[in-house]
């Protein structure tokens, strides 16, 4: 039996545009992307999509596996082999032992840390590349929308102090935003019950006069 050395991950799509998909359409859409748009060699079997691809850190080589599982929801497992970061991770340490003049307890230091940070680097990296893929392939109009935020805009929305639409700053006590009267959503946080510093609280009213 041949060494094998995979991280494996899912991830799950429940809209309702993906989930009317036959499991037939979405390996036939998983074989156009890979085929045509990214013009890499790929392997059909019933419900699974296999092809090579070289977007790793070192463009390295590597394989990666598409897994459907079609009933409620679409779940797509994606598995990609780690050999090659094993064999260049191998030759790199060959090369430090040879043409350096590190202690061997240099060295074992530095394998140790080369083969963290190496491997570490290159799963998160492989794993975010086949993860933004399959979000092209069956969501891009949200792929489209985050592409189009600001810095500005994201950085309203990962602020809670501020209105994730206008960037006007609010407080915990605003369900409505003063600016732009949009909804504020305050479902994950707790009721106050202590008032004690209502009166220190800013808030800010705007008069729109009625037609």
């Given amino acids: 039996m041949p060494f094998e050395f995979k991280i494996k991950r ?9 989930t009317r998909l036959s499991q037939e ?6 074989e156009q992307y890979f085929q045509k748009k990214l013009k890499l060699p ?12 070289n977007k790793s850190l070192l463009y390295y080589e590597y394989k990666s596996v598409f897994t459907i599982e079609k009933n409620k929801n679409l779940t797509v497992w994606y598995e990609y082999s780690l050999i090659p970061v094993f064999k260049i991770t191998v030759i790199m340490i ?3 032992a ?35 893929q399959l979000i092209d392939i069956f969501l891009p109009e949200s792929k489209n929308m985050e592409e189009k935020l600001t810095d ?3 950085e309203w929305i990962s602020n809670p102090m501020k209105c994730p639409a206008c960037g006007e700053e609010i407080s915990d006590y605003n369900f409505i935003c003063p600016e732009c009267g949009i909804s504020i959503n305050k479902k994950n946080k707790h009721k106050k019950t202590n008032l004690s510093g209502f009166y220190q609280t800013k808030f800010k009213y705007k008069y729109k006069p009625s037609k």
Avoid: D
């Fill in 25 to 30: 359409e979405v390996i036939e859409k998983l």
């Fill in 98 to 132: 040879f043409f350096s003049k590190f202690s061997v307890n240099s060295l074992l230091i530095f394998s140790g840390a080369f083969i963290v940070i190496f491997f570490a680097f290159n799963i998160l990296h492989i794993n975010s590349v086949l993860k933004n």
């Fill in 10 to 18: 899912k991830i799950i799509f429940n809209q309702p545009g993906v």
């Fill in 94 to 96: 060959l090369f430090a």
């Fill in 152 to 154: 500005e805009q994201r």
């Fill in 42 to 53: 790929v392997r059909k079997e019933k419900n699974t999509i296999t092809c090579y691809s």
